[in-house]
C-alpha cells in the first residue's frame, strides 16, 4: 500500500513540476513526450489543454462558439413591436430581425416558455398531458375531469391548475424530478457556455393579455433581455467548455486569484493556502468577503461595481500571482491613462497596494469577466446606487 500511495505521489508531483515549468516560460510541448500525452496541470482558462499545432486554444474561455453550418439569424416579421415611450413621439421597436444590429421586439421567448412551464387548462400541452395520465376526457370538445371508471365528471374551469403526475419516460421505472435537477442544470450549464452580452441593445418581450404577470392598464407589461455581444457573425464564450468545474475555480487566472484563501507569512507577505476562500458559515464566500480579503491580505480595494467586470493581475496561467518584487503583494496590470511602476512583458504598467495602502482596482484593465452572473436585477449595482451599511 505505501509503494501505492509514493507511486501516486510521484505522479501528482511530475503533473506539478511539468505546470510550473509552463509557468515559468518553458513551451509546454517541449514538457511532455507527445502531443497526445495527458501530462501536467489544465491551465484556467483552458489554453495548450490541446497541444497539437494550430489547436492550443481549443476549448479556451473567451473563444468563439466553433460553428458547423454557417450563421442564419431568424426575422420572424410577425408584426411583434415594443414602444419604450407609451403615449410619448418616438420610442417605437418594430424591428424583428435578429439578423441586425439594434433592439429587437420579439413576444416568442415568453409565449414559449408559458407553453413549456404552463400547467392550467389554457396550456394546451399541459391538457394533453391530463388526458394522457386518465386525469381528464373530453365530451364535445370540452374538458371534463374523469371519473374512476373513465366516464366524464365536472368541467374542468379555465384557468385550473391542472394535477399532473410526475412520471419519468421510461413509464415511471425511474425515480421522478424534482427541483434539484433545475438547480443542478443551470450551473452544469454555465460550466460549458457563457455568451458575451452588451453593446448590441436589448430585446423587449411585450407580454400577452392572458401572461400570469400581465397587469391590465399597467406600464411595465414587458421583459428585457440584453443582446448578445456580436464578435462579427459569431459570440464568445467566457467559459472553458470542459466538464471541469469551471463555475467553482473560475475560466480565468486573474479570477481565480481572488477565490484562493490566502494568510500573511512571517514577513507580512500574502501566501495561498491551497484552499479557496469558505464564508464566515463555512459555505461559499460572499462577495463581502471576497472582497474583505482582497484588502486586508492582498491589498487591493475592489468596490461593488468590480463584480461585473474584475480587473485584470499579474497572474501565471495556473492561477499564481506574481508578486510584486518589492513588496510581495499582488500587481495590478493598469490602463493605459494609470502611471504606474514596472512593465509587464506586453508593455502595461504594473502597481500593488498593501493593507495599510491599498489600490484601487478602478485603475487596472478590464477581464471582461465578472465575479458574479445572474445576478438578481434588484440586486446588481449600476452607477448612482446608495451603498449598504456596512464599512466595507
Known amino acids: 500500500m505505501a509503494s501505492l500511495i509514493r507511486s501516486d505521489l510521484e505522479f501528482i508531483l511530475q503533473q506539478i ?3 510550473e515549468a509552463h509557468a515559468a516560460g518553458a513551451d509546454p510541448v517541449s514538457l511532455v513526450p507527445n502531443t497526445f500525452a495527458p501530462l501536467g496541470l489544465r491551465t484556467v482558462d483552458g489554453t495548450f ?3 497539437m499545432p494550430g489547436q492550443t486554444d481549443f476549448g479556451a474561455a473567451d473563444e468563439t462558439f466553433p460553428r458547423l453550418v454557417d450563421p442564419v439569424y431568424r426575422d420572424d416579421a410577425d408584426g411583434d413591436t ?17 439578423g441586425t444590429a439594434g433592439s429587437v421586439a420579439d ?4 409565449l414559449i416558455s408559458n407553453l413549456v412551464v404552463d400547467m392550467t387548462s389554457n396550456n394546451p400541452a399541459a391538457v394533453q398531458a391530463f388526458v394522457d395520465a386518465g386525469l381528464g376526457v373530453f365530451v364535445e370538445g370540452v374538458l371534463h375531469y374523469a371519473n374512476d371508471d373513465g366516464t366524464a365528471g365536472d368541467i374542468v374551469p379555465t384557468g385550473t391548475l391542472l394535477q399532473i403526475p410526475n412520471v419519468t419516460p421510461d413509464e415511471g421505472l425511474s425515480a421522478p424530478f424534482n427541483s434539484w435537477f433545475t438547480f443542478f442544470g443551470q450551473f452544469f450549464d454555465h460550466g460549458l457556455d457563457l455568451v458575451n452580452k452588451g453593446g448590441n441593445e436589448t430585446i423587449f418581450i411585450p407580454l400577452q393579455p392572458d401572461d400570469p404577470h400581465y397587469v391590465e392598464g399597467g406600464t411595465a407589461n414587458f421583459m428585457v433581455l440584453t443582446r448578445a455581444t456580436p464578435t462579427g457573425l459569431d459570440h464568445t464564450n467566457q467559459t472553458t467548455p470542459f466538464v471541469d468545474q469551471n463555475q467553482t475555480y473560475t475560466s480565468h487566472p486573474s479570477h481565480q486569484v481572488f477565490l484562493r484563501e490566502y494568510v500573511l507569512d512571517g514577513s507580512g507577505r500574502p501566501v495561498a493556502t491551497g484552499s479557496l476562500l469558505d464564508g464566515a458559515d463555512n459555505g461559499l464566500a460572499t462577495w463581502g468577503e471576497v472582497k474583505a480579503q482582497a ?3 492582498l491589498g487591493i480595494e475592489l468596490d461593488n461595481l468590480d463584480v461585473l467586470d474584475l480587473p485584470l493581475l499579474a497572474v501565471d496561467p495556473y492561477g499564481k500571482f506574481l508578486p510584486d518584487p518589492v513588496t510581495g503583494f499582488p500587481q495590478i496590470v493598469l490602463r493605459a491613462d494609470q502611471v504606474g511602476g514596472p512593465l509587464d512583458p506586453d508593455g ?8 495599510d495602502a491599498p489600490i484601487s482596482a478602478s485603475a487596472g484593465v478590464r477581464t471582461g469577466h465578472a465575479f458574479l452572473n445572474d445576478i438578481a436585477h434588484n440586486a446588481a449595482p449600476a ?3 446608495v451603498a449598504d451599511g456596512d464599512d466595507i
Open 17 to 19: 513540476l511539468v505546470a
Open 49 to 51: 489543454n490541446n497541444l
Open 82 to 98: 415594443f414602444d419604450m415611450n407609451g403615449p410619448g413621439p418616438g420610442g417605437l421597436i418594430d424591428n424583428t430581425d435578429y
Open 107 to 110: 413576444a416568442d421567448p415568453r
Open 295 to 297: 484588502r486586508n491580505l
Open 348 to 355: 502595461n504598467g504594473l502597481a500593488s497596494g498593501t493593507p
Open 383 to 385: 452607477a448612482g446606487s
